[in-house]
Nanobody, 112 residues
Framework: QVQLVESGGGLVQPGGSLRLSCAASRRIFSISTMGWFRQAPGKQRELVAS???????NYADSVKGRFTISRANTNNTVYLQMNSLKPEDTALYYC??????WGQGTQVTVSS
């Protein structure tokens, strides 16, 4: 059974940091580009960042220079380090293998 389980969301003040984690089934992690999407209320789901099996990364313009995606093959986990958070980063963040599998999401709220 394929699973993607996110963790690490929460409430943070503007300018703060959070690190999201996504533990994936080894079966898909080892062969998949992995990504993080987010969806804010009333908005479409958007790609935040992705990382290939070779470590090549891609970021949305809105998070470049603030967010870093990485992956650890030793524990089949993909991370999203989020720094200098802004209120507009508030959303439900999803992990995906950029295909059919999605996690249930973890809420990130940036507010003072």
């Amino acid at each position: 059974q394929v699973q993607l389980v996110e963790s690490g969301g929460g409430l943070v003040q503007p300018g703060g940091s959070l690190r999201l984690s996504c533990a994936a089934s080894r079966r898909i992690f080892s062969i998949s580009t992995m990504g993080w999407f987010r969806q804010a209320p009333g908005k479409q789901r958007e790609l935040v960042a992705s990382i290939t099996t070779n470590g090549r990364t891609n970021y949305a313009d809105s998070v470049k220079g603030r967010f870093t995606i990485s992956r650890a093959n030793t524990n089949n986990t993909v991370y999203l380090q989020m720094n200098s958070l802004k209120p507009e980063d508030t959303a439900l963040y999803y992990c995906t293998n950029m295909a059919k599998y999605w996690g249930q999401g973890t809420q990130v709220t940036v507010s003072s």
